[in-house]
């Protein structure tokens, strides 16, 4: 069971949705059918969405991995509230007008601390779970 990780899972998809329905209420506000015409408020939400997809899934991988080799749940927690965090902080940051560099920039440290403490847990609990 991954039920930790199903607890971060499903707000983040909801946040994933929500990212989606802005990209698409601006490209109907604007009459924009592909990539982001000149409209420069549509490419930043376009990016804030690109941002969120290229970064989570990944991360989410990472927890679920570090999950199923049975660690601490309260590790998975951090790892999750990081993560969770990182994207909500990241996505409000950008959205702003005008954006605020420094949520900006503590979004992406939250979600890559998420990304590396992950990493570093599952690789030494898969060392672990295979020698010991």
């Not at 990539?35 to 376009?46: I, T, V, W, Y």
Request: with cysteine.
């Amino acid at each position: 069971m991954l039920a930790i990780t199903a607890l971060y899972a499903a707000p983040l998809a909801a946040l994933f949705i929500w990212l989606s329905l802005r990209v698409i209420a601006r490209r109907r506000s604007e009459l924009i059918a592909y990539g982001p015409g000149e409209d420069r408020e549509l490419l930043q939400r376009m990016r804030i969405h690109a941002n969120f997809s290229e970064y989570t899934p990944i991360a989410l991988i990472i927890m679920m991995l570090v999950e199923s080799l049975n660690a601490p749940n309260l590790l998975v927690h951090f790892i999750g509230l990081l993560l969770l965090a990182g994207r909500f902080i990241h996505g409000i940051g950008l959205s702003l007008d005008p954006y605020k560099i420094k949520l900006r920039v503590l979004g992406m440290a939250l979600t890559s601390a998420s990304i590396a403490i992950g990493a570093l847990s599952a690789f030494c609990l898969a060392i672990l779970n295979a020698f010991i």
